[in-house]
């Protein structure tokens, strides 16, 4: 059904796509000069005193917890003896009240550098975790004392970081009232005895990334203090996993997708310490003095700097000194989507002029669709009437996503009732014993194609990076349906096609060291979160329903005698009869005359 001149033809904006990209490839926007040590003015030793001190007074600091609330009080009253601007602002999330603690110091411009570290802790003691950063914070406040600024420096002690980062995004939402915020640095984890992963988290919970200046300008803040660099940001086919399904846990995440200029910096890697790692004798001073120096370092070159470090663009990919911007890799996706959308619209066109049924099995299609929306509103109404937990407004640390006998349970009832669908809808178990319509049909291929041609179209104007991913299962599984292939070769480009999703779940799997299991209990979360939108949901349905009927065609072709033989309209297995000889879709018909 696939004309292979007009095919190949369609692949030319392609080319032109790929020169463009290549011509858009740019340097990336150079680091502010480095202030002066921070070792004279960050002290270690203070900072894990004051750490010993809130876990000893305030063990419990769980959110809402008494031991939170005065964990709060303390540092606003802290704030005060270091001569800071202090205010208290309250908010309500989920019935429960939020406070951050804002301590601001005046300089000689309005624009803002933001400090950001996370109150409420999500265990007991959470030594390293919670109590090493509100301590760094506190730490940061004594520098200040007395200190002339240029720009304004805010530190914020911010609750609700179990909660969805709830104070993060009320901080997104105040934060840039008196003046605008050049950037904002989180500390994360800073009393942690080891990493595992980078030290520098920006990615966030949408397409857009971190700035590329402010993240040059911490790795070398933290070279110089720690001896790392905070790691880099991945191979690019990580990156554009990464940016095809977007999940940024952390503040970053939060501050990044409401448009701030956002970093983390953590001592522990991208995730949370385990639990066997949040003691009080975790805590080793050396370390943890290091990377309060290198957080100090990055905040006093950042107030010194005459003005922000470039971001660069919004959303892009590096390529070892390079960087490709987002705008160009989506005029690339685009131009790749086309020849499958054109190849598709010419297999109808003849589909249609050899009297093949094409709109018929648009609901064949469909009802292997069905099934997965089904899945997901089970999804969604064991949330809402409380049997499975509701999560986080945020995405949550995996570390904490505990996969239980009550997650088990849910996942299997998800997995049971799109199983039921399946039987209503693609099996002949209860239609009375009427055969299966038969998929080896040119029309069943071709409304497939022209389903998963609108899939990937769709996905691009959401996320052109999830339209890059597709754009290898859309070309090989349109050829698995339209080409002329043997059954063989039917199925292994349809399991071809699944390289992307598999290279997406492992880089996921090595990021946030998860299970199958725990995976799957991870994207349950993100899903009824909310953190993955209704409509990438919905076409994340529609991917698994297309996948289904390239899979049934791929296999009935397989089951058939003389696989690639053509298919006629009248029956399964008979050869089609035309006597027309046709140079495209919009081509005349050529009698052919046997002389």
């Known amino acids: 059904m696939i004309e292979p001149r007009i095919y190949r033809a369609a692949f030319l904006p392609a080319l032109l796509g790929l020169v463009v990209a290549m011509f ?46 005065a964990v709060a009080d303390r540092v606003a009253e802290s704030f005060r003896r270091f001569g800071l601007e202090t205010s208290v602002d309250r908010s309500e999330d989920g019935g429960t009240q939020v406070r951050n603690v ?27 975790s919670s109590a090493a950063d509100t301590a760094a914070l506190l730490e940061f406040g004594r520098v200040l004392e007395g200190r002339a600024t240029r720009k304004t ?51 966030s919970n949408d397409a857009k990334r971190g700035s590329l200046g402010l993240r040059r300008t911490a790795a070398n803040a933290l070279r110089n203090e720690v001896g790392e660099d905070g790691g880099g940001p991945g191979s690019p086919p990580a990156q554009i996993a990464r940016l095809a399904f977007p999940v940024g846990d952390g503040a970053q995440g939060v501050l990044l997708e409401s448009g701030l200029d956002a970093i983390r ?12 790692q949040r003691a009080l004798d975790d805590v080793n ?14 905040l006093f070159t950042l107030d010194e700097g005459a003005r922000p ?50 709109l018929p099995w648009l609901p064949w299609v469909a009802a292997g669709i069905v099934p997965f929306v089904a899945g997901l509103a089970m999804a969604e109404f064991l949330v809402l009437v409380g049997l499975a937990d509701d999560a986080p407004a945020t995405p949550p640390d995996p570390g904490v996503a505990e996969v239980d006998g009550s997650a088990i349970g849910v996942l299997a009832g998800v997995v049971l009732t799109i199983g039921l669908a399946w039987i209503l809808t693609r099996t002949s178990l209860l239609r009375g014993g009427r055969p299966l319509p038969d998929s080896t049909s040119p029309g069943a291929g071709v409304a497939t194609a022209l389903v998963l041609c609108g899939l990937t179209l769709a996905a691009w104007a959401i996320n052109p990076f999830t339209a890059l991913a597709l754009v290898l299962p859309l070309h090989l599984w349109m050829l698995a349906t339209l080409s002329g292939a043997r059954g063989r070769t039917r199925i292994w480009l349809t399991l071809a096609g699944l390289l992307p999703a598999a290279a997406i779940v492992a880089t996921y799997a090595q990021h946030m060291r998860m299970g199958p299991l725990e995976g799957a209990w991870y994207l349950f979360l993100l899903v009824t979160g909310h953190h993955v939108g ?4 919905l076409l994340g349905c529609v991917a698994l329903g297309v996948l289904a009927s390239v899979a049934a065609i791929a296999v009935a072709h397989a089951r058939r005698r003389g696989p690639g033989a053509p298919h006629a309209p009248g029956g399964r297995g008979r050869p089609a009869v035309d006597r027309r000889s046709v140079s495209g879709p919009m081509g005349p018909p050529l009698e052919r005359v046997r002389r």
């Open 24 to 69: 858009s490839l740019e340097s990336p926007p150079r680091a502010l000069p480095q202030a002066a040590p921070a070792d004279v003015l960050f002290e270690g030793s203070a900072a894990t005193n004051t750490v010993r001190s809130l876990v000893e007074r305030t063990p419990d600091r769980r959110h809402g917890s008494p031991g939170e609330a």
């Open 102 to 128: 804002l301590g601001r110091r005046p300089g000689l411009s309005r624009r803002q550098v933001v400090v950001i570290a996370g109150r409420d802790a999500q265990t007991v003691p959470d030594a390293t």
């Open 153 to 203: 420096i805010v530190l914020a002690s911010v609750g609700g970081a179990t909660r969805g980062d709830a104070g993060a995004r009320r901080l997104a939402e105040r934060i840039a009232g008196p003046g605008p915020v050049d950037a904002v640095i989180v500390l994360s984890n800073l009393g942690a005895p080891r990493s595992r992963g980078p030290l520098l988290v920006d990615w």
């Open 265 to 276: 910096v953590s001592a522990s890697g991208e995730l949370a310490p385990p639990d066997d």
């Open 285 to 298: 001073v050396e370390r943890y003095e290091e990377f309060g120096r290198a957080a100090l370092r990055l």
């Open 309 to 358: 470090p470039g971001h660069g663009p919004r959303s892009y990919v590096t390529l070892v000194e390079r960087v490709a911007p987002g705008w160009a890799l989506s005029l690339l996706a685009l131009t790749l989507i086309l020849p499958a959308l054109v190849a598709s619209i010419d297999a109808l066109a003849r589909a249609r002029r050899r009297g093949e049924a094409v």
């Open 534 to 537: 209704l409509a990438s949901a």
